[in-house]
């Protein structure tokens, strides 16, 4: 049973309409307590950074924080509001806008070993040596628009929610600028070991984000009972369906989710993600663990979206004069006492500050090591660290842009998880495949956009709605009153081309020499050695002898070790995890 919690709004608090206005001041003393105390434990982090390696890819953390990295990485406010806001138009099958990755866990435990085998600082580095400095280049462009993307959504989410959690008190356009210059300050003091170090306290508060509004709106509601009864009594009993017959069916789903593998590798901060620990395993038990953390925080974005639903029903306001952006920053208004609601919005800056850190350096590192450094070869370290926090503030000020520009942040969302597959195809062709070529990079790159143009195209849609099959595979769906391509089916389409494309063009341009290619293979099957000091990216360190693996196919040109039984046992673990994961949350809301 959910507790009866009190939701009456603080007596310092002129109730309009039921409705608290305003900020208490307790909850300001708990923002500003928030802001200033992670600002400056960043800025003290910053003290061990002496050269950009420090700055870029420290590689000295444990589990623990490791855990907290990648889930502080991961989790953002944005997506609370993207969960919530999909919840309200779709119902529980919402949750799948952030439980597409969900899918894509168990692979976190064989791709971070990868990651951090290639004593590499930034994902660039990774296609230098296995296609050419070009690839390089292009990942690097593709990296920092896809790294550009994510702050301006972050950013969009956590303006919609300041705006909605204060009332319009605080301006969005206001709070996401301060929010940049906190955590730019301690970004560009203390680099990737600031954002790691800050995420494990910044974590903690996105769990108290994610859980603390839950209690209230189902209290308020009468549980999820009173919620149900509430919905199906309006009509909306096709509302608790977890795979949706309309936008959010089973196809849907999976072609997302085969999106998402592919593209995972496309992130650049997947690096850090991986690679920033101690050992592989550290690498291994973050990336997953930290993760599976997030989609349990999901489960509870999306009860209390559907919450929200029954509430603004019982109400009596329609579903469909609401805003969806703005539900979940409305409930924290509606229900939080002050002091709590204060610590909500702490918690909501903690989870955007601890994802745009880690997105911002990554993207810097980008620009710094793999543009700039080539251009500019005999500088100082000091002069490359300073070059990436330059490039750090561009970058985020180029994401601040695209923030004001997105019209909502689900639209965002979708924008951003187009970008990471366009270069992850590359990656998994290079690394299963002998015969993938740097021409055969550039050609899966470019169709791949160049279909996705294509697939969004009115005119393309009307073709594809004439064909005499179309309606019977469903090939386009009508939204806004305009005809456009079902999103699983263009994700078919532009993911299918692109691998063909690189396949084709690889067959018919000349091979990567073989010498690269061992150099390359031999990384992906050397184990990290206690004490390996990493002087130059994408090299075994002296002393460090490469591991002959035991294949399990070399056939035509394949790539295929066999896998170890600690990478066997942690992908099924898994897969039980995602299993129960997906099962329990069927049974909570039956």
């Given at each position: 049973?959910?507790?009866?919690?009190?939701?009456?709004?603080?007596?310092?608090?002129?109730?309009?309409?039921?409705?608290?206005?305003?900020i208490?001041?307790?909850?300001?003393?708990?923002?500003?307590?928030?802001?200033?105390?992670?600002?400056?434990?960043?800025?003290?982090?910053?003290?061990?950074?002496?050269?950009?390696?420090?700055?870029?890819?420290?590689?000295?953390?444990?589990?623990?924080?490791?855990?907290?990295?990648?889930?502080g990485?991961?989790?953002?406010?944005?997506?609370?509001?993207?969960?919530?806001?999909?919840?309200?138009?779709?119902?529980?099958?919402?949750?799948?806008?952030?439980?597409?990755?969900?899918?894509?866990?168990?692979?976190?435990?064989?791709?971070?070993?990868?990651?951090?085998?290639f004593?590499?600082?930034?994902?660039?580095?990774?296609?230098?040596?296995?296609?050419?400095?070009?690839?390089?280049?292009?990942?690097?462009?593709?990296?920092?628009?896809?790294?550009?993307?994510?702050?301006?959504?972050?950013?969009?989410?956590?303006?919609?929610?300041?705006?909605?959690?204060?009332?319009?008190?605080?301006?969005?356009?206001?709070?996401?600028?301060?929010?940049t210059?906190?955590?730019?300050?301690y970004?560009?003091?203390?680099?990737?070991?600031?954002?790691?170090?800050?995420?494990?306290?910044?974590?903690?508060?996105?769990?108290?984000?994610?859980?603390?509004?839950?209690?209230?709106?189902?209290?308020?509601?009468?549980?999820?009972?009173?919620?149900?009864?509430?919905?199906?009594?309006?009509?909306?009993?096709?509302?608790?369906?977890?795979?949706?017959?309309?936008?959010?069916?089973?196809?849907?789903?999976?072609?997302?989710s085969?999106?998402?593998?592919?593209?995972i590798?496309?992130?650049?901060?997947?690096?850090?993600?991986?690679?920033?620990?101690?050992?592989?395993?550290?690498?291994?038990?973050?990336?997953?663990?930290?993760?599976?953390?997030?989609?349990?925080?999901?489960?509870?974005?999306?009860?209390?979206?559907?919450?929200?639903?029954?509430?603004?029903?019982?109400?009596?306001?329609?579903?469909?004069?609401?805003?969806?952006d703005?539900?979940?920053?409305?409930m924290?208004?509606?229900?939080?006492?002050?002091?709590?609601?204060?610590?909500?919005?702490?918690?909501?800056?903690?989870?955007?500050?601890?994802?745009?850190?880690?997105?911002?350096?990554?993207?810097?590192?980008?620009?710094?090591?793999?543009?700039?450094?080539p251009?500019?070869?005999?500088?100082?370290a000091?002069?490359?660290?300073?070059?990436?926090?330059?490039?750090?503030?561009?970058?985020?000020?180029?994401?601040?842009?695209?923030?004001?520009?997105?019209?909502?942040?689900?639209?965002?969302?979708?924008?951003?998880?187009?970008?990471?597959?366009?270069?992850?195809?590359?990656?998994?062709?290079?690394?299963f495949?002998?015969?993938?070529?740097?021409?055969?990079?550039?050609?899966?790159?470019?169709?791949?956009?160049?279909?996705?143009?294509?697939?969004?195209?009115?005119?393309?849609?009307?073709?594809?709605?004439?064909?005499?099959?179309?309606?019977?595979?469903?090939?386009t769906?009508?939204?806004?009153?305009?005809?456009?391509?079902?999103?699983?089916?263009?994700?078919?389409?532009y993911?299918?081309?692109?691998?063909?494309?690189?396949?084709?063009?690889?067959?018919?341009?000349?091979?990567?020499?073989d010498?690269?290619?061992?150099?390359?293979?031999?990384?992906?099957?050397?184990?990290?050695?206690?004490?390996?000091?990493?002087?130059?990216?994408?090299e075994?360190?002296?002393?460090?002898?490469?591991?002959?693996?035991?294949?399990l196919?070399t056939?035509?040109?394949?790539?295929?070790?066999?896998?170890?039984?600690?990478?066997?046992?942690?992908?099924?673990?898994?897969?039980?995890?995602?299993?129960?994961?997906?099962?329990?949350?069927?049974?909570?809301?039956?």
């Amino acid at each position: 049973m959910i507790p009866n919690l009190s939701v009456a709004p603080p007596d310092s608090i002129v109730p309009i309409f039921g409705v608290a206005q305003g900020i208490h001041w307790l909850d300001a003393v708990v923002i500003v307590c928030y802001l200033l105390g992670i600002t400056l434990l960043g800025v003290y982090t910053g003290k061990q950074v002496k050269k950009s390696a420090d700055f870029f890819m420290p590689r000295r953390f444990g589990k623990a924080m490791m855990i907290m990295h990648a889930f502080g990485t991961g989790t953002a406010s944005d997506q609370a509001v993207t969960v919530a806001s999909a919840t309200v138009r779709n119902g529980l099958s919402g949750i799948w806008f952030q439980w597409l990755w969900l899918l894509v866990t168990p692979f976190y435990w064989i791709i971070a070993p990868i990651m951090r085998r290639f004593r590499a600082t930034t994902t660039a580095d990774v296609y230098q040596l296995r296609y050419d400095r070009s690839v390089s280049l292009l990942f690097a462009l593709v990296g920092i628009i896809s790294m550009v993307a994510k702050i301006g959504l972050l950013l969009k989410g956590t303006g919609a929610l300041i705006d909605a959690g204060t009332g319009g008190v605080v301006d969005a356009d206001v709070a996401i600028v301060v929010v940049t210059i906190l955590f730019l300050i301690y970004g560009l003091a203390g680099g990737l070991g600031a954002a790691i170090v800050t995420d494990f306290i910044q974590g903690v508060l996105t769990l108290l984000f994610s859980f603390m509004l839950l209690p209230y709106v189902l209290s308020a509601v009468g549980g999820l009972s009173g919620a149900r009864s509430t919905l199906d009594a309006a009509g909306f009993e096709d509302k608790w369906s977890l795979v949706a017959p309309g936008e959010i069916g089973l196809f849907w789903i999976i072609m997302l989710s085969i999106q998402t593998v592919i593209g995972i590798v496309g992130i650049p901060s997947a690096m850090g993600n991986a690679a920033a620990g101690k050992t592989e395993m550290e690498g291994r038990l973050g990336y997953m663990t930290g993760t599976f953390i997030k989609r349990v925080c999901t489960a509870a974005w999306c009860l209390t979206g559907i919450g929200a639903m029954a509430w603004y029903l019982q109400q009596g306001v329609s579903i469909e004069t609401l805003d969806p952006d703005s539900v979940y920053g409305d409930m924290a208004r509606q229900f939080l006492p002050a002091g709590l609601l204060g610590v909500f919005i702490a918690s909501l800056l903690a989870g955007i500050m601890s994802s745009c850190d880690s997105f911002m350096i990554s993207a810097a590192a980008l620009f710094t090591e793999n543009v700039y450094r080539p251009l500019r070869k005999n500088e100082s370290a000091a002069h490359y660290l300073w070059m990436g926090r330059a490039a750090a503030i561009l970058i985020v000020a180029a994401g601040m842009i695209f923030a004001f520009w997105l019209s909502g942040v689900v639209a965002g969302l979708m924008i951003w998880l187009k970008i990471l597959p366009m270069m992850g195809v590359a990656f998994w062709l290079g690394l299963f495949w002998r015969r993938a070529t740097p021409i055969g990079a550039w050609a899966s790159t470019l169709t791949g956009f160049a279909t996705w143009w294509l697939g969004e195209r009115v005119f393309f849609a009307e073709w594809l709605n004439g064909l005499p099959f179309a309606e019977a595979l469903r090939l386009t769906a009508e939204k806004g009153g305009q005809v456009e391509m079902y999103e699983p089916w263009l994700i078919l389409f532009y993911l299918t081309a692109a691998i063909v494309i690189g396949v084709v063009v690889s067959l018919f341009t000349p091979k990567v020499p073989d010498e690269r290619l061992d150099r390359y293979y031999a990384l992906t099957r050397t184990p990290i050695q206690d004490g390996e000091v990493i002087e130059t990216p994408c090299e075994l360190p002296a002393g460090v002898e490469p591991v002959q693996r035991k294949m399990l196919t070399t056939a035509m040109g394949l790539e295929i070790p066999m896998p170890s039984k600690m990478s066997v046992a942690g992908f099924a673990a898994g897969w039980v995890g995602v299993l129960g994961l997906i099962g329990g949350f069927i049974w909570i809301v039956s």
